[in-house]
């Protein structure tokens, strides 16, 4: 018995060995077709990540589609705004419309950008480029219209536009010196509307020009000076006056003339807003053409520096005779004509002379008037004044008021008594003080 299950037992050891045997492989064929199983799950895994992927392609594709379709709408909706934005005198409503649209592109796609700017651009208008803006902006008056020009009777801004001056001459630089201060050229600008002041320097009277000393030559040099400095640092236009009066004959100081005007000409040109008026008021019987030879040689000297600022040249009789210049005018660019009133004693018969000249095509200017009579004194004429001021306003003729001081005399603006030298009351102005300051409102 032992024999046979000896003999037994190595058959049943091999029958399990065989049996492990198969048993192993099983296992380890079992392990690699679960492996392989695993690799299906990954080739799945690997094609569910390709369907992903071109259905991302898919949809990728379709939203360029969609983004295409949109920017061909958008072309098209465009277009007419590409064809009228030209056309159109309203940009900001076209402008208005479009930039919308640009900014939901913008904020969709690039590739859309490139068909939105052009409309943009070109819904601004080439009229109106933004160097016109910034100086409205600023605005003071010569911030606003820059250098003028003389077109045809009229006095034009930088634009081209008409332009009128309405402003105050100061009295005798020499015997009222203390009004060329910054406060009152800015109460002028802001509280009387006033876009000009007129620097009126005597030449041949009591420490005139000519007739002074040198140190007073000098202290007039300086007012001028502060003068033009105010009136640019505050936006105004300045005219500095060579004031004839005593002296008829603008011949008489020619030579000073001519070297004061290349002195001041070479200082001021590049400001744009001094205005050179180059004889106040040619009189005791001196002709047109005598005041013309004069006025084409100070001419020339100012145009050597400045080529194109404003000359005003003054007309024989105290500059009442703009009529006879117009039938023979200076040469040159940026000419005006001086016609000075006193409307107390200048009527019908000189306003006559001014539409006259004006009908002739000349460039007029009131450089210089009061609303009393002639010697600056008397009596105020309001019904002649204000004729003078409604044809003065038909033709848009520029006028300048005579006089900036408290002196004892009605054409002065300030009252005697007053003695301050800027930040006038109402009350503290004489009557043709507030005369002036109510018309310019
Ligand atoms: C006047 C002044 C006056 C002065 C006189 C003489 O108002 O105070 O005494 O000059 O110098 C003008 C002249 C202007 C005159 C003004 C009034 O351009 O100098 O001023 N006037 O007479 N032309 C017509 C009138």
Not at 14 to 25: D, E, G, Q, T, Y
Not at 236 to 265: A, C, Q, T
Not at 348 to 376: Q, T, W, Y
């Amino acid at each position: 018995m032992s024999g046979r299950n000896i003999g037994r037992k190595p058959v049943n050891a091999l029958k399990k060995s065989a049996v492990l045997v198969l048993i192993f492989l099983f296992i380890l064929t079992g392990c690699n077709s679960a492996r392989e199983s695993g690799g299906i799950e990954e080739s799945e895994n690997a094609a569910a990540s390709v369907t992903v992927r071109d259905t991302e392609k898919d949809s990728v594709k379709k939203t360029t589609e969609s983004e295409q379709a949109t920017e061909g709408t958008q072309s098209e909706t465009e277009t007419p705004h590409q064809e009228t934005s030209p056309e159109t005198t309203e940009p900001v409503t076209t402008t208005g419309e479009a930039r919308p649209e640009t900014e939901m592109t913008t904020g969709q796609t690039e590739p859309s950008v490139p068909h939105t700017d052009p409309p943009v651009q070109q819904t601004e208008p080439p009229a109106e480029p933004p160097v016109q803006d910034q100086p409205q902006m600023n605005g003071t008056p010569f911030g606003s219209h820059g250098r003028l020009s003389v077109s045809g009777t009229r006095l034009t801004d930088q634009y081209g536009a008409g332009y009128t001056l309405r402003g105050i001459s100061t009295h005798g630089l020499s015997w009222f010196p203390e009004y060329v201060n910054y406060d009152m050229f800015k109460q002028m600008r802001d509280e009387w509307n006033v876009n000009v002041v007129r620097l009126a320097m005597y030449t041949a009277e009591y420490n005139g020009y000519c007739t002074g000393d040198m140190y007073n030559r000098e202290k007039l040099k300086k007012l001028i000076d502060d003068g033009v400095n105010y009136a640019n640092q505050l936006g105004i236009y300045v005219i500095i006056d060579w004031h004839i009066l005593s002296d008829g004959n603008p011949n008489m100081y020619k030579n000073e003339s001519i070297e004061f005007f290349r002195e001041i000409s070479a200082k001021y040109a590049e400001y744009g807003n001094v205005i050179y008026e180059i004889c106040n008021e040619p009189n005791g019987g001196t002709g047109w053409g005598e005041i013309k030879s004069y006025a084409q040689d100070v001419i020339n000297v100012i145009r050597s520096n400045d080529s194109s600022g404003i000359v005003i040249v003054g007309t024989p009789t105290w500059s009442q005779d703009a009529d006879i210049a117009a039938d023979d005018r200076l040469n040159g660019e940026n000419i005006m004509y001086a016609m000075h009133f006193y409307a107390d004693t200048h009527r019908d018969h000189i306003r006559d002379k001014l539409v006259n000249a004006i009908n002739k095509g000349l460039p007029v200017i009131v450089s210089e008037f009061g609303i009393c009579d002639a010697s600056g004194n008397g009596g105020i004429n309001y019904d002649e004044a204000s004729k003078w001021m409604s044809l003065l306003n038909q033709y848009s003729v520029s006028y300048v008021l005579w006089n900036l001081s408290n002196k004892s005399e009605t054409s002065a603006m300030i009252q005697s008594w007053c003695v301050k030298s800027a930040g006038f009351s109402y009350e503290e102005l004489s009557e043709s003080g507030k005369w002036f300051v109510n018309l310019n409102k």
